[in-house]
């Protein structure tokens, strides 16, 4: 290999122009060209594999600049179809994507709670094959499923190390069980990647590609897009947001950290301050629903709190990666999460070290309770479409 093809960039698979041409038809050939390492003849060829493959259609002809008009083409959004699903302790989202990331299809289901691995596995199949069932498409353009835990992951075994940790699922090939057991192929992924992935695929990030989301179930996590990929660490398991220490002197974390975030911020560490501070035992939305309008000093007191120290958490997280969103997303911020989006807002103004250079967003997903779920989905077709 020479020096000059050591420099030279790695032309872009199938699935990148796919991508492009997803998110930004109706686009021409030439403009494809432009934003790749391809040439204008490369380009040609792939776009051509792409629509024998039904993937991609001829939808008209743009502006012309100079010479003939530019034919425009666009993704074909029932070509293909993926299942994502969100596996957690309490409950299972499903949700059905098209290959513009709408969601076509979507149902709830059990969570994993105490039962045995395989038993869980059983039910998800018959759940995910009664939604294919609901989608009424040929099951051949099912291109495959993404289950989506909360991490830490074991991406080489694809096993769920969280889930949970009383029961033996460190040791059980979950991503192997379910793709036997529903026939399709499967990929894994942590919650809060999955629900970055879900945020930009479904173009929620409004075409902003360096972003994060924090999703909060029963714990914290960060997920992190760079340039429109996620960004996974070693082992996957990148942005574990929750176990950053903002109490050195705090309670031990079962992760051997002190103070971690999760300890001070997730909806069970807000539940035990405020038994710690009252003595009495409120769930969750009942703090949340006492501090936003019940006038409840003792929850307004822990659930501000948890929201700054949120707000500490990322604002280095910003620091740290320079990203000009922060998407707050899960079923766990719950009715908090314009609240804790604004005090985190607040902490991100005052302490973003480059806010002289460019402001940090910080809002709240307008499907918090999916965003995983369809970031699964996405990475199903992502890996199903790869070439």
Not at 39 to 64: C, F, K, N, W, Y
Not at 221 to 246: K, Q, T, Y
Not at 361 to 386: C, F, I, Q, Y
Request: one cysteine or more.
């Amino acid at each position: 290999m020479t020096d000059a093809d050591r420099a030279a960039p790695r032309p872009p698979t199938r699935s990148v122009v796919l991508e492009l041409i997803r998110a930004a038809g109706p686009i021409s050939r030439i403009e494809l060209a432009a934003a790749t390492a391809l040439t204008p003849a490369s380009m040609t060829t792939v776009v051509r594999e792409l629509i024998r493959d039904g993937l991609v259609t001829e939808v008209g002809q743009g502006t012309p600049t100079r010479g003939k008009p530019r034919t425009l083409l666009e993704a074909r959004p029932d070509a293909r179809y993926a299942v994502g699903v969100l596996l957690g302790f309490g409950s299972t989202s499903y949700v059905a994507v098209n290959l513009w990331g709408e969601v076509v299809a979507e149902r709830d289901g059990a969570g994993a709670g105490n039962d045995p691995p395989a038993t869980v596995v059983r039910r998800v199949a018959d759940d995910v094959r009664r939604l294919i069932v609901e989608l009424d498409v040929d099951p051949a353009i099912v291109t495959g499923a993404g289950v989506v835990v909360p991490g830490p992951i074991d991406s080489v075994r694809g096993t769920a190390v969280q889930l949970p940790a009383e029961r033996p699922w460190s040791d059980f090939g979950l991503r192997a069980a379910l793709s036997e057991a529903t026939g399709l192929p499967v990929v894994m992924e942590n919650d809060a990647t999955a629900a970055a992935v879900g945020e930009y695929y479904s173009r929620a990030t409004r075409g902003e590609s360096t972003f994060a989301t924090i999703h909060m179930g029963v714990g914290i996590g960060a997920g992190i897009v760079i340039g429109g990929e996620p960004l996974r660490g070693a082992s996957a398991n990148a942005g574990e947001i929750g176990h950053l220490s903002v109490d050195f002197d705090g309670p031990l974390c079962h992760c051997g950290n002190r103070g971690c975030l999760e300890l001070v911020a997730a909806p069970f560490a807000v539940e035990l301050a405020y038994a710690q501070r009252t003595g009495r035992s409120l769930a969750w939305s009942e703090i949340v629903s006492g501090a936003l309008t019940a006038g409840d000093a003792d929850a307004v007191a822990v659930l501000t709190r948890a929201a700054d120290a949120l707000g500490v958490a990322i604002t280095g997280l910003v620091n740290l990666l320079d990203v000009g969103l922060v998407v707050l997303t899960g079923d766990g911020f719950g009715a908090a999460a314009d609240f804790f989006a604004t005090r985190a807002q607040e902490s991100v103004d005052r302490a973003f070290f480059a806010r002289r250079t460019h402001p940090v967003r910080v809002t709240v997903s307008a499907h918090p309770s999916r965003a995983a779920a369809l970031g699964g989905a996405a990475l199903a077709l992502r890996s199903a479409l790869a070439g």
